[in-house]
């Protein structure tokens, strides 16, 4: 069974660009988190869905949005990016409604913005 | 304000020594679960064990247990028979089941970063 994708794996961008992300989850998983991974916060939560619906949302600015699709693939946008939004961002799919279901994470995409 | 707090940024043990990792968690919910991921260098983080709060028993894992001890809000990851394998961050969470039955996602600590030596 394929595991969580992340693509791309790695991004350079300016500031004031904007970004799209995407995961796959592993198939047959209908929950997608996303997380934000920086040395100075660790893991912050950015927001969840499950079945096309956001569920729970992190403490992060409008400029961070996301959305899935009806075959589970999820996508989170950046826009305006800012030298602070540097970091991995993590995508973590689990199976079912439940969150504290074990969640498999992907590779991760580095996001750096000069 | 729900937090994780792992007090050892760093820590190394020898190659089949045991060690334990500390983490603390400060949450008003009675019902939630408690986690150890495990992030290797440049690879993908992975579950390591699982405890569900109101189940008193520790859980175990092959070489890898817990000590929960609720009323204390604490956490602890003991690994057995260290292996070079498991030197990695090791990130304790949980998830707070809040009232009603809604549920959060992952709440992290800063981590710990494990080194196994030869």
């Known amino acids: 069974k394929a595991g969580v994708t992340q693509t791309p794996r790695y991004l350079i961008k300016t500031r004031g660009q904007q970004v799209t992300l995407s995961c796959s989850p592993i198939s047959g998983h209908r929950s997608v988190s996303w997380y934000q991974q920086t040395p100075g916060q660790g893991l912050q939560f950015l927001f969840e869905y499950f079945s096309e619906t956001q569920r729970n949302k992190g403490n992060f600015p409008g400029r961070f949005s996301g959305r899935q699709f009806s075959n589970s693939r999820s996508e989170m946008n950046v826009s305006t990016l800012e030298l602070g939004d540097s970091a991995l961002y993590l995508c973590?799919?689990?199976?079912?409604?439940?969150?504290?279901?074990?969640?498999?994470f992907g590779p991760g995409t580095r996001l750096t913005v000069l | 304000a729900q937090t994780v707090t792992q007090s050892q940024p760093e820590m190394s043990v020898q190659e089949a020594e045991t060690v334990t990792l500390s983490c603390t968690y400060d949450t008003s919910e009675s019902n939630y679960y408690l986690f150890w991921y495990k992030q290797p260098p440049s690879r993908q983080m992975i579950l390591v064990i699982r405890?569900?709060?109101?189940?008193?028993q520790n859980a175990t894992e092959n070489r890898f247990s817990v000590n929960f001890q609720k009323a204390a809000k604490s956490f602890s990851l003991k690994i057995s028979d260290s292996q070079l394998g498991d030197t990695a961050m090791y990130f304790c969470a949980f998830i707070p089941m809040n009232y009603g039955g809604s549920q959060g996602n992952l709440i992290f600590g800063k981590g710990t970063k494990l080194s196994v030596k030869p």
């Open positions: 405890q569900e709060a109101y189940k008193q």
């Open positions: 973590a799919s689990s199976r079912g409604q439940a969150t504290y279901n074990e969640q498999f």
